[in-house]
């Protein structure tokens, strides 16, 4: 839960995944009025904030964070103690395929809405000035590829390797920049690949959730040998929320789930709690559906993230292990299928992306 001095928060991005999530966490807990920007591209779906839209306390806008004239608007009128910027485009093989809008949303996106929070900031009493916060939610990606040992720390120099990670580690620059330039408070958080509920279902979890319920391929990228670090999205919040509340102007935090999984891994675990939780004497054992494709160009193969720094300094670290938090995910998935059918409005249908063209 967010401290008292936060009593009103612009969150960017708040009908996605991660953040619509938080959104749903921070008015559930009460005590805070959320000022919600999304610009609800095909990843942002009010949907999401169905259990808290007649809420009061959270306002929802249809806007861009590159929009400055709204955003000046929204910061005056509203006068939030934080920004939490979640607004993204976010998913790599989208980045492979049309790179342009990543660049966008992910840096000039992210500059306007720099240039709107320090003319607001400094336009603030020596009290208000003091409290506000600008917290950038970025990515582990930015770090590049590690081998088979070693994990990132916020010191890990960036090699960003698909459009989407540069993107992001473009804006995380700027972000670092104006706090060394202008002295704006910022905080930056690099997170591990997150799953749970409410995540759009071209990412693999969901993916691999949704085709298996409909007997569809499983589909793994090369040999599946790829690792991750998998954090549940809950607990990702629950980071965001300390890291406002007591995290140092100008540094970065590293938020990882402990849990490094092959993707193989990933999916041979869904595929048994599937046969578990809905058994289908057509498609059991649900393994029978993986199929390997062709691997997307670029494709890192280990990201870990070393996390000492926030449960050091802040006291932070994650609750649910992958067992438990994959089980929450896939039975959330099971009893919320008019959810996934209303996201999957006809822009995507489980289709290949980021082959760039060539054939699977």
């Known amino acids: 839960m967010l401290n008292h001095n936060h009593k009103t928060i612009l969150v960017t991005g708040g009908a996605g995944f991660i ?3 938080f959104v749903i966490r921070q008015i559930t807990q009460g005590g805070v009025h959320v000022i919600n920007l999304d610009a609800l591209t095909y990843a942002g779906n009010l949907d999401t904030l169905d259990a808290v839209e007649d809420d009061p306390k959270l ?17 005056n009128r509203h006068q939030p103690s934080a920004i939490i910027n979640f607004a993204a485009e976010s998913h790599v093989d989208r980045s492979i395929d049309s790179p342009e809008a ?5 840096v000039l996106g992210t500059f306007y809405l720099l240039e709107s929070a320090r003319k607001y900031w400094r336009g603030l009493d020596e009290a208000q000035q003091k409290e506000f916060r600008f917290l950038h939610v970025s990515t582990d990606e930015v770090y590049g590829s590690l081998g ?16 989407y990670s540069a993107s992001k580690a473009s804006s995380d620059h700027l972000v670092r920049a104006y706090f060394h330039t202008y002295g704006l408070p910022v905080l930056t958080t690099n997170c591990s690949n997150n799953y749970g509920p409410f995540q759009f279902p071209e990412k693999l979890i969901p993916l691999i959730i949704h085709n ?3 007997g569809k391929p499983l589909p793994i990228y090369g040999h599946g040998l790829n690792v991750r670090d998998w954090l549940y999205v809950e607990d990702h919040c629950k980071a965001i929320e300390r890291v406002l509340e007591a995290g ?14 092959t993707n193989l891994e ?14 289908n004497a057509t ?40 067992e438990t938090g994959l089980r929450k995910t896939v039975t959330w998935y099971l009893e919320n299928q008019v959810w996934c059918q209303r996201v999957m409005d006809g822009s995507y249908r489980g289709e290949r992306l980021g082959s760039d063209g060539e054939p699977l």
Request: some cysteine; glycine content about 8%.
């Open 19 to 21: 953040g619509g999530n």
């Open 59 to 75: 306002e929802f806008v249809l806007g861009s964070i590159g929009d400055s004239a709204l955003v000046d608007y929204l910061l």
């Open 102 to 106: 990543f660049i966008q949303t992910n």
């Open 148 to 163: 088979a040992t070693g994990q990132f720390t916020e010191t890990t120099a960036y090699q960003p390797n698909s459009p």
């Open 212 to 214: 298996a319920l409909a």
């Open 248 to 261: 140092i102007p100008g540094e970065v935090y590293n938020i990882g789930g402990n849990n490094e999984k």
């Open 266 to 279: 990933v999916v041979h675990t869904l595929c048994d709690l599937l046969d578990e939780l809905r058994p």
């Open 283 to 322: 498609h059991k054992p649900h393994r029978s559906l993986i199929t390997y494709v062709s691997d997307r160009p670029g494709h890192d193969l280990r990201y870990a993230i070393d996390a000492s720094k926030i449960k050091t300094e802040l006291g932070f670290r994650p609750q649910e292990t992958f």
